[in-house]
């Protein structure tokens, strides 16, 4: 049978199109979805302005998605109509060095869900069922459509391994870092400075946690923090992407520290780093991609009630006002943080 869905195309950069699509008859070992809400995220604005060279038009945008299972392929048991699942969009080949190495997301033949295939911003879609992790029936949406983005800044927190009474500086208090203001509240004494150029963010970061939170002039990080920890940080973890603010970053970090790029740079963007700098300060720079095996740890942890999914995910909209939502993303920062849509509104 043959499903046709309401959704939000990108054509071409810019431009997003309201279209019914059909969806193909299901492969034995994949799962027709109901999208129940998809995030917005700062990678799939990237796609839509031709930012991030990825995505292949005409395709749905959208991967932060949380769903529930419609129908499943002949070769699929062990899941039921109803069920509510997160949907993992990274889809490695399986075959390459990497993939057979254990680290998929640095497989260089991956398709990605929104970017290659059929998003979220859609009222159907369709994975393979090694794709899906099932939730509880008792999961709020919300948090539902923060496992994607969660299960990435999980993998980032396992490569980082920041030392018990770490002084961390977060840049940053989008939904991101928020993120990782929550998940770094795990480290045994942990001391968290957040900044963010907007006052609003910063404060959200002081509720959530942070010992710190700062409102911040853009390229004057080190001065607003100098009175927190003069010598800088054990750990900086830059969750803007902005190569301004990694530079400041980098010379925020103290000696024998450790300096996370998390979020994701325009591809020209640059730093300069002095490698006597990195010598002389033994400084441990790292980055991370995507969740490679970090689903289950993340439907965990929010499964616990660590993360305040109700907070981050301060705006919920239909598929109509995605345009809208893209705008929101970009100038209003001061009044949303993470956005999601939901494609029955």
């Not at 604005?45 to 292949?56: D, I, S, Y």
């Not at 879609?125 to 709020?140: E, G, K, N």
């Not at 900044?195 to 970061?205: F, G, I, K």
């Not at 998390?262 to 033994?282: A, H």
Request: hydrophobic share 45%.
């Amino acid at each position: 049978m043959a499903w046709k869905s309401r959704a939000a195309v990108y054509v071409e950069k810019d431009v997003l199109e309201f279209q019914e699509i059909t969806l193909d008859d299901l492969k034995p070992d994949e799962v027709l979805l109901k999208v129940l809400l998809c995030g917005v995220c700062g990678t799939d604005l990237h796609l839509f302005h031709g930012e991030v060279p990825l995505a292949k038009p005409p395709v749905v945008l959208g991967h932060e998605i949380v769903a529930e299972v419609v129908e499943m392929g002949s070769a699929v048991e062990d899941l039921t109509p109803g069920q509510k699942v997160a949907v993992d969009p990274v889809v490695p080949c399986g075959h390459c060095e990497f993939c057979q190495s254990g680290r998929p997301n640095l497989c260089p033949n991956m398709k990605n869900m929104g970017y290659h295939m059929t998003g979220g911003y859609t009222q159907y879609t369709v994975a393979t069922r090694d794709r899906l992790f099932p939730l509880r029936d008792d999961m709020p949406l919300k948090a539902g459509a923060l496992v994607e983005p969660l299960a990435c800044v999980v993998r980032g927190y396992e490569r980082l391994q920041a030392p018990a009474g770490s002084k961390v500086l977060i840049l940053g208090a989008g939904p991101i870092g928020l993120l990782w203001n929550q998940m770094l509240q795990g480290v045994e004494s942990a001391e968290i400075t957040q900044v963010d150029v907007v006052p609003e963010r910063a404060e959200v970061a002081g509720k959530l946690g942070a010992k710190h939170a700062l409102a911040v002039k853009k390229g004057n990080v080190a001065n607003a923090v100098r009175e927190v920890s003069p010598d800088g940080f054990d750990v900086v973890v830059d969750a803007t992407g902005d190569p301004a603010a990694v530079q400041e970053g980098v010379e925020l970090v103290r000696p024998g520290g450790k300096l996370m790029l998390f979020g994701v740079s325009p591809e020209d963007g640059r730093v300069v780093i002095s490698p006597y700098e990195i010598f002389l300060k033994e400084l441990t720079i790292l980055g991370a991609k995507m969740p490679p095996f970090t689903f289950p740890q993340a439907v965990r942890i929010l499964e616990s009630g660590k993360i305040d999914a109700d907070t981050i995910v301060s705006h919920v909209l239909p598929l109509a006002d995605l345009p809208e939502a893209f705008e929101m993303f970009e100038k209003g920062k001061d009044k949303v943080l993470k956005m999601a849509i939901d494609p029955w509104m």
